[in-house]
């Protein structure tokens, strides 16, 4: 402001002042704790005697995970709706291998992660209580082969199966199996080899076609038969650090209303049939991860380390 108009007739200098009591700049009082005014100065405005100049309000950080919207990855799959339940317009969906990586990228806050991205990497938390898993038979999760187990030299598996590929590891390892694992270029191709992994949603469209001369070993099935416990596929993985009470309690609600609403899923979603989509979420998916299932959890990493397959980190887990 000028010496004139508004400013001149709020704060009035007098022509006789001292010019050298003029020569601090506004910027300068503005740093100082306070201002006095020297009670012989009888132009100095009262209230300046001691007045205190206080700081505004700081400016928030929009880039804090308190402050601005989580950032939630899940899976395209079917298994996974009632656990997104009323947060679908706020999810990103993507397979579980590129999910990690997203994760890992700092791209999101929390994802619906195969489980071996939180064995095999340091830095999570994992959301308690809430997991997609199986007490036995799973449909989504097999081996498609046309040879005997102990004649197959080479297992194609699909480029997402990050668990069920070392969940297979295990299974064939306990049997004094080790064939080469190599990618499968595309879902097409299945049918054409001896031996397939193939997980989620396109598993169970091969499940439901013609494929009379495959056996599919349903890896659910197995793990029960050879431990007696639960299998856990994926859970909700924490950055650690960058999550709230705010985000965690999101999904939890949304486990718990998904749940709820199972029938309204089962009505609303088109994949498959409706006695298929009822059978699948309503009793071959569990979704809890409560003390069965950290058992089944330890034992996977307790055979991961007895075959040298991998040297996993704990669950870090969390409410």
């Given at each position: 402001m000028g010496a004139s108009g508004t400013a001149a007739a709020a704060f009035p200098v007098?022509?006789?002042?001292?010019?050298?009591?003029?020569?601090?700049?506004?910027?300068?009082?503005?740093h100082e704790d306070s201002i006095s005014i020297?009670?012989?100065?009888?132009?100095?405005?009262?209230?300046?005697?001691?007045?205190?100049?206080?700081?505004?309000?700081?400016?928030?950080?929009?880039?804090?995970?308190?402050?601005?919207?989580p950032r939630i990855g899940s899976v395209p799959y079917l298994n996974a709706a009632p656990l997104t339940y009323g947060l679908e317009d706020e999810v990103m969906l993507v397979p579980p291998a590129q999910l990690a990586e997203k994760l890992r990228a700092n791209d999101l806050d929390a994802?619906?992660?195969?489980?071996?991205?939180?064995?095999?990497?340091?830095?999570?938390?994992?959301?308690?209580?809430?997991?997609?898993?199986?007490?036995?038979?799973?449909?989504?999760v097999f081996l498609a082969h046309r040879l005997p187990l102990e004649q197959i030299t080479e297992i194609h598996c699909d480029p997402a199966s990050l668990t069920s590929a070392n969940l297979l590891r295990v299974l064939l390892a306990e049997r004094g199996?080790?064939?080469?694992?190599?990618?499968?270029?595309?879902?097409?191709?299945?049918?054409?080899?001896?031996?397939?992994?193939l997980i989620g949603d396109p598993a169970i469209s091969f499940l439901r076609g013609a494929h009379p001369q495959h056996t599919l070993w349903d890896l659910g099935k197995a793990w029960k038969?050879?431990?007696?416990?639960?299998?856990?596929?994926?859970?909700?993985?924490?950055?650690?650090?960058?999550?709230?009470?705010?985000?965690?309690?999101?999904?939890?609600?949304?486990k718990t209303n998904g749940l709820a609403h199972l029938r309204d899923i089962v009505e609303m979603r088109r994949e498959f049939d409706r006695t298929f989509r009822q059978a699948y979420?309503?009793?071959?998916?569990?979704?809890?991860?409560?003390?069965?299932?950290?058992?089944?959890?330890?034992?996977?990493?307790?055979?991961?380390?007895?075959?040298?397959?991998?040297?996993?980190f704990e669950p870090n887990y969390v409410r």
């Open positions: 007098e022509a006789d002042w001292p010019r050298h009591r003029m020569k601090k700049s506004l910027e300068e009082l503005l020297r009670p012989e100065d009888p132009t100095g405005p009262r209230f300046w005697r001691k007045s205190k100049i206080k700081p505004g309000p700081a400016v928030p950080n929009l880039n804090e995970p308190s402050l601005r919207l994802a619906l992660v195969s489980v071996t991205e939180i064995l095999f990497h340091d830095g999570y938390d994992v959301l308690d209580g809430i997991a997609i898993a199986s007490h036995g038979e799973v449909k989504s199996l080790r064939p080469e694992f190599k990618t499968l270029g595309d879902y097409d191709d299945a049918g054409e080899r001896d031996a397939a992994l038969t050879l431990t007696g416990l639960p299998f856990v596929y994926a859970v909700w993985a924490l950055r650690r650090g960058q999550h709230s009470e705010t985000l965690r309690k999101t999904l939890r609600d949304a979420l309503g009793g071959h998916i569990r979704y809890e991860l409560d003390a069965a299932e950290k058992r089944g959890l330890e034992r996977f990493i307790a055979l991961l380390r007895k075959h040298g397959i991998e040297t996993p």
